[in-house]
C-alpha cells in the first residue's frame, strides 16, 4: 500500500465520497505504476543490447570467454538504478495528483476559495476560478487567472 493509499484512509472527505476518491487514486497509481515499468524495461533493453554490442565485438579477443554473464549483470544493474529512480519519482506523481484532489475537494473557485491548481492544469479540467464581484464605485476587479 503506497504513501497515497495511507492518506485517502485517514483523511476525510465532505463532499466526494470516499471510494470515489480511492478509485482515482488506485487509477491513477496504476497507471504511472505500469508506464514507469515499461520505462523500466525500456531502459534495461537499451542497456543490454548497448552491452551485448560492446561485448559481442570483443568476443574475438582471448580476454573475454564468456561475455554474456556481464551483459547480464549490466541489465540487473540497471533494472535496480531505474527502479531506483523511477520509484521516487512515481511518489513525486503521487503526492502532485493528492494535491490536485485536496485542491478540487477543498476549494471550489469562489474568490473565498480558489483553485490552487496551475492554470494549464485548470484548462484540462475546464475548471476557473470566478472573478470577484465588483463592489458600487470601484469599477471592475479583474480576477485571478488574468493576473
Not at 119 to 126: F, P, Q, R, Y
Request: glycine residues 4%; proline residues 3%; contains cysteine.
Amino acid at each position: 500500500m503506497t504513501k497515497s493509499h495511507t492518506h485517502t484512509h485517514t483523511h476525510t472527505h465532505t463532499h466526494t465520497p470516499s471510494w470515489i476518491f480511492l478509485c482515482r487514486v488506485f487509477v491513477l497509481n496504476s497507471i504511472t505504476t505500469f508506464i514507469f515499468f515499461l520505462s523500466q524495461l525500456l531502459i534495461v533493453g537499451i542497456m543490454g543490447l548497448i552491452a551485448f554490442l560492446v561485448f559481442d565485438s570483443l568476443r574475438t579477443s582471448e580476454d573475454l570467454n564468456y561475455y554474456l554473464i556481464p551483459v547480464i549483470l549490466l541489465a540487473v544493474f540497471a533494472f535496480f538504478i531505474s527502479w531506483a529512480f523511477f520509484s521516487i519519482y512515481d511518489m513525486a506523481v503521487d503526492t502532485l495528483f493528492l494535491c490536485f484532489l485536496e485542491d478540487l475537494e477543498r476549494n471550489d473557485g469562489s474568490p473565498e476559495k480558489p483553485y490552487y491548481m496551475s492554470k494549464g492544469l485548470k484548462k484540462v479540467l475546464g475548471k476557473k476560478n470566478k472573478a470577484p464581484k465588483a463592489k458600487d464605485g470601484e469599477g471592475e476587479v479583474m480576477a485571478e487567472e488574468d493576473m
